[in-house]
């Protein structure tokens, strides 16, 4: 057997340093250069690399994502999840090939804990700062509002996941090969840090996976070769840790063992039921494929589209939904093989190393627990660095034998590693070509040059942002001119972004206000289908209003209007809806009265509570809308709306109580009331990485009361898409 080559004594710390870099919140592809020499060197400094079949498996990961990121809806999103999974097999077989027995595993952990101890200190001075926040905000609760805890800019849910496979992590040296008084100390530091890091997180699905991991830790302190009364010390410690956290924040963690018993976990249960059934649902449109990774919002927008009130989020809510809609079925089985595998190659394991391997194989188990209530692993570069590690250390006591394998020279595997590196840098340099493009047509755009606007963006790939900014530009061409063909290329580039991203419900939108302009009946046949089908959603309402009123039918436009107000409140605060008010008070009094006798009703959900609330004060009621903003505060505090208004019915009188809770947010000049044109340019960037709210052209604004519908071909602002009534 070859002996193991003295300069690799530098890969524990060289492991530790890149695991390091994957928290920096940038550079990606410098990372995944980086990455690609240091495999490279490793790999020139052996004579042949045994590739077994887990080495295959999470190679043909990467070649399954390189195939949907190019015939997938989210082209451009897909970069960003392509690199993240590159640096995962890079850091795979860099560990992989540089960790292959305990003389190289115990000082790569040893490092590893000393890194683990620095963030844990860092992410507990955060909560720290948090809390701080909340306690002088005059909030008894923490749990209300641990969504503002993002210790280095993570999801509290993100990086609770995180903490938690570090425990796992952490847990090795001291259940398996540390024997020593000082090795056990230098790990338990670490290791209790953890624990409180995940008390701290106020995660129900944080603490259903942590009391799985005491379950499996407690057995394998039970079951090792310790004396009795270290077992229990063991034991107890662990035990005095979690308890000691429990009872500092007694309430707050009270409220997360009791699962359902706020409002915010009751909406949050039900939305994870409902989403089971949209995984099924769009399935069905791509089940091989999927949507693309990171696309699980845009493969389930469909069924999801018409509750534009609803916060934006693209995190699935299991990570069997995340790989049947993003990654299709080829790649769900994929993974599923990867595990498959894992459990197969430790069946082989000699009886000397299996204790060890079976932990990790079981903390794996937990790890996929926690997947299952919230799917983040596959989508953080940081959480795919750790499942390398884990990868990694499953494979590094099993012996040449037990692993199997074939063996390649390392010729071929440095050509691979060349083959693979350069096809990510051909992505990444389309990629950046098209981002020039699309920040070219910005400027042109803002300058009024939109012929100029128009061939650059034809310059990009044939995609949907390429298209819809087209689309936009040839109709802010054809209101200047007049020109019929532009029209017709609005026309063209709108169903060719329809046709690349059919599951963007909002592109229909954009194709109805183009035909619109000289096929109106067809574009409100189009409209009234899209209100239909989402009766609840404020831009279609709002959409079939504008063009009801701009051919003259102003009484049948009024409801419409009516159900976009109650929708988005802010419509009332906007500069068009004033405009509207003063060229047509007539269809304005009648969508106000409307109004009035819709919100008389009072209703039991907080966030219409707080819709309710924030309209009557609109139009005028401080009374009513005090009580119903009050309710909505108490049953969901950290809403913002609520407070927003308190603040303004009580003016001057304001209680510095009330103030105190309305600095919470630092900025009390907007709400929480978000519409479907500032959801979808938070939407346009995870899909497309291109802020789409940017589209010149398509605006329709009805403020004359003469009932035409004005085109206007201009940028609009962060608030808007088509017209300004936000």
């Known amino acids: 057997m070859t002996k193991p080559i003295a300069s690799y004594n530098f890969m524990p710390t060289l492991g530790v340093i890149l695991f390091a870099l994957c928290f920096a919140q940038s550079r990606a592809f410098a990372m995944a250069g980086i990455y690609t020499c240091v495999l490279f060197g490793v790999v020139y400094k052996k004579g ?19 195939i949907i990121g190019m015939f997938t809806e989210g ?45 844990s200190v860092i992410s507990l001075v955060s909560f720290g700062l948090f809390a701080g926040l909340v306690y002088d905000a005059g909030f008894e609760s923490l749990y209300d509002f641990k969504y503002l805890y993002r210790p280095f800019g993570s999801l509290n849910n993100v990086w609770g996941t995180l903490m938690l496979m570090l425990l796992g992590i952490a847990a090795i040296p ?46 394998y302190i039970l079951t090792s070769n310790d004396k009795t009364h270290i077992k229990l010390i063991k034991l107890i410690s662990l035990a005095v840790v979690l308890i000691g956290m429990v009872f500092v924040f007694k309430n707050d963690a009270l409220r997360t063992m009791r699962l359902v018993e706020t409002e915010s976990q009751q909406r949050s249960l039900q939305a994870r039921v409902n989403a089971l059934d949209y995984t099924w649902q769009a399935l069905k449109n791509n089940p091989w494929m999927g949507c693309g990774t990171g696309n699980y919002s845009l493969a389930v927008n469909e069924y999801t589209f018409e509750h534009n009130g609803d916060s934006f989020t693209n995190m699935a ?35 000397v190393n299996r204790r060890g391997q079976v932990f990790l194989f079981l903390f794996l188990l937990v790890i996929f627990a926690r997947e299952m209530s919230f799917a983040a692993i596959l989508t953080d570069k940081r959480l795919l660095a750790a499942l390398a590690i884990w990868l990694a250390l499953s494979q590094c006591n099993i012996s040449k034998e037990e692993n199997g394998g074939v063996a390649f020279p390392k010729t071929v595997c440095m050509i691979m590693i060349i083959i693979g590196f350069s096809g990510l840098s051909v992505y990444h340099f389309i990629f950046w070509h098209d981002q020039k493009c699309y920040q070219d047509y910005s400027i042109f755009a803002s300058e009024k040059d939109y012929v100029s606007a128009y061939e650059k963006v034809n310059q990009a790939r044939d995609n949907v942002a390429s298209n819809v900014l087209a689309s936009s530009a040839c109709m802010a061409i054809y209101n200047e001119h007049q020109d019929g063909r532009y029209l017709s290329l609005a026309q063209k580039h709108i169903d060719r972004a329809v046709t690349f991203s059919p599951n963007d419900a909002y592109l229909l939108g954009c194709r109805a206000v183009v035909q619109y302009r000289n096929k109106k009946e067809k574009a409100l046949g189009e409209a009234k289908s899209l209100v239909a089908k989402f009766p609840e959603n404020t831009f279609y309402r709002l959409l079939l209003a504008d063009m009801l009123y701009g051919v003259g039918k102003r009484k049948e436009s009024i409801p419409h209007f009516t159900k976009a107000v109650i929708a988005s409140p802010s419509i009332l605060e906007s500069k068009s809806w004033k405009e509207f008010v003063g060229n047509d008070r007539i269809v304005a009094d009648d969508i106000m009265d409307a109004i ?9 959900d907080p966030l219409r509570l707080s819709r309710y609330g924030k309209l009557l004060y609109l139009l005028g009621d401080s009374t009513v809308a005090k009580e119903y903003l009050s309710e909505a505060a108490a049953m969901l505090p950290n809403l913002k709306t609520p407070w927003v208004y308190l603040a303004k019915i009580a003016g001057a009188n304001a209680s510095p109580e009330l103030l105190r809770h309305l600095a919470i947010w630092n900025d009390t000049s907007s709400s929480e009331d978000n519409n479907d044109y500032s959801n979808y340019n938070v939407k346009s960037m995870h899909w497309y990485l291109y802020p789409l709210h940017r589209s010149i052209g398509f605006r329709i604004c009805c403020p004359q009361s003469s009932g035409k519908v004005v085109f206007e071909g201009k940028d609009t602002d962060i608030k808007s898409i088509y017209y300004d009534r936000t």
């Open 48 to 66: 042949t690399i045994r590739f077994n079949l887990l080495d295959g498996l999470v190679l043909a990961l990467w070649v399954w994502e390189f």
């Open 75 to 119: 082209q451009n999103n897909c970069i960003s999840y392509l690199t993240g999974q590159y640096l995962f097999i890079t850091y795979y077989f860099i560990l992989r090939l540089g960790l292959r027995d305990v003389s190289t595993v115990k000082p790569f952990m040893r490092i590893l804990l000393v890194f683990i101890f620095m963030i």
């Open 174 to 219: 001291l259940l398996t090969y540390a024997q020593k008084g000082k090795e056990v100390i230098f790990g338990i530091i670490p290791f209790c840090l953890l624990l409180v890091c995940l008390v701290c997180s106020f995660s129900r699905g944080i603490y259903i996976c942590l009391a799985l991991s005491m379950l499996l830790i407690s057995y």
């Open 317 to 351: 809510p299991n990570v069997f939904s995340q790989l049947l809609l993003e990654k299709g079925v080829v790649g769900t089985v994929l993974w599923g093989l990867v595990f498959l595998i894992e459990c197969i190659m430790l069946s082989k394991c000699s009886f």
């Open 596 to 604: 009035k006798l819709e919100t008389a009703n009072k209703p039991d």
